[in-house]
């Protein structure tokens, strides 16, 4: 048995089918290639010299960030950062909307009601009270 030069190879056809198994599941790339037994650069490394995996890697991503999303509750928070427009979200939306309108029984509260902080916005009504006590 004669041996080569160098490392064996880690990352396999079992590791890389393992690797685009768990991204396409929806794991995030590092914490699937901890899994597949690499190091988290091995597949980004093959993914810029191996045509086919690159290929293959885009696919997985796609379905795993669909995977993700599936798995994201239907709720406000999916109505306003994933633009979900379902029933369900919009009716989700529309309660918490309401709720949050209903505890403020419609008073504007003066944001600068007692403000003494020498701020930006502040520094005409400052100079106006300087040069009244310098005179």
Known sequence: MTRGRGRPAQFTADARQRFLDEVAAGVRLANAARLAGVHHNVPARHARTDAAFA???DTAK???RAARQDAIPHDESRYNHLKCRCGKC???ATTARAG???TTDGQVHDLDAGRKS???FLL???SSETSRTAA
Request: proline letters at 11%; hydrophobic letters at 35%.
């Open 55 to 57: 290929q293959a890697l």
């Open 100 to 102: 949050r309108r209903a």
């Open 124 to 126: 005409p009504l400052l």
């Open 62 to 64: 796609r379905r795993g």
């Open 118 to 120: 020498p701020t930006s």
């Open 90 to 92: 919009r009716k989700a």
